[in-house]
Nanobody, 122 residues
Framework: HVQLVESGGGSVQPGGSMRLSCVAS?????MGWFRQAPEKEREGLAA????????YYANSVKGRFTISQDNAKNTLYLQMDSLKPADSAMYYC???????????????????WGQGTQVTVS
């Protein structure tokens, strides 16, 4: 079992930046960030292979968001820049034993989830 605890959410103006953190009780092969806005499906944003650090991004955030990790601290980060009102959502950290993060943008691929942190851009 893996416990995930997100932090760093809040309110920011359009064009601003924010960094989310996720502390994991232990490492899994693939770590990801998702978000879900009211009445919308959960959307995969980015993922990282914990071994090797390969990263994957959704087109909607590529070039604006950066996923990274600190393996020594078992911590996952999501740096979000050039934020837009459309980025407002609940953001979740997720973990899975996915070989090479296959199918990373499918939330059903991840078995462990944090409680979420709200991001509001307005």
């Amino acid at each position: 079992h893996v416990q995930l605890v997100e932090s760093g959410g809040g309110s920011v103006q359009p064009g601003g930046s924010m960094r989310l953190s996720c502390v994991a009780s232990r490492s899994k092969f693939c770590m990801g960030w998702f978000r879900q806005a009211p009445e919308k499906e959960r959307e995969g944003l980015a993922a990282i292979r914990t071994l090797g650090g390969y990263t994957y991004y959704a087109n909607s955030v590529k070039g604006r968001f950066t996923i990274s990790q600190d393996n020594a601290k078992n911590t996952l980060y999501l740096q979000m820049d050039s934020l837009k009102p459309a980025d407002s959502a609940m953001y979740y950290c997720a973990a899975a034993d996915l070989a090479e993060c296959n199918d990373w943008n499918n939330y059903e691929s991840f078995g462990f989830w944090g409680q979420g942190t709200q991001v509001t851009v307005s």
